[in-house]
């Protein structure tokens, strides 16, 4: 239940002051938004980039796909061990990002192996690459997106909520405020009336 809005000039002060950080704070809540709007469209870029690299990678890849029918057990010699990320920060959201790619790589002997294996190797690298590179941007898409969502919603609670109810206590305040001020103006003049007459009459008397 909502807290019974006083009427007094103690409290037309605090919803005055309260207003003033309102309107001093949600520039900054704005700017932030739109900060985050335009990290999140970078990163977006940069992921559709990354599969277009990788779709490009997988095209020069299947120029080898008859001799990779030999089965020469590629993903036996070949794998991702690790995402290795530093911390970032975008507009005071925390992130990772992507440093490199730790590969597991097994020996093989270079006699009875066939010889495309080397380059389809460095091919598996370069996809496995781009595939934790994306991993690494969606997961920051995600971050940016939850701060956005979030930051979107502080600036609709100040903009339609939080601004305009406390614009309508201080008007109701006022209102109520003067109204008295008027209403004690007109009992001083009725007072003020009385007296007089009243030491007319005794003079009369």
Do not use: C
Request: aromatic share 6%.
């Amino acid at each position: 239940m909502a807290e019974k809005l006083r009427l007094t000039k103690n409290e037309q002060k605090k919803q005055k002051d309260a207003l003033k950080r309102f309107d001093q704070y949600l520039p900054t809540l704005r700017l932030k938004k739109q900060q985050l709007q335009v990290e999140r469209a970078k990163i977006d870029s940069s992921i559709e980039k990354l599969k277009t690299e990788k779709a490009y990678n997988k095209a020069e890849t299947y120029k080898w796909v008859d001799v990779f029918a030999e089965n020469a057990g590629l993903e036996k010699l070949i794998g991702l061990e690790q995402i290795v990320t530093t911390d970032g920060n975008i507009a005071g959201v925390d992130i990772p990002v992507f440093e490199r790619a730790v590969f597991r790589e097994e020996d093989y002997d270079f006699e009875s192996t066939p010889l495309w294996v080397d380059y389809g190797i460095e091919m598996l690298k370069k996809i496995m690459t781009i595939n934790a590179r994306i991993v690494t941007a969606e997961r920051q898409h995600e971050l940016v997106s939850e701060e956005l969502r979030i930051t979107t919603q502080r600036v609709n609670l100040f903009e339609k909520v939080m601004i305009p109810q406390t614009r309508e206590n201080i008007r109701r305040i006022t209102i109520y405020l003067g109204d008295l001020e008027i209403a004690a103006v007109v009992t001083g003049k009725i007072a003020k009336a009385k007296i007089e007459r009243n030491a007319m009459m005794e003079i009369m008397a």
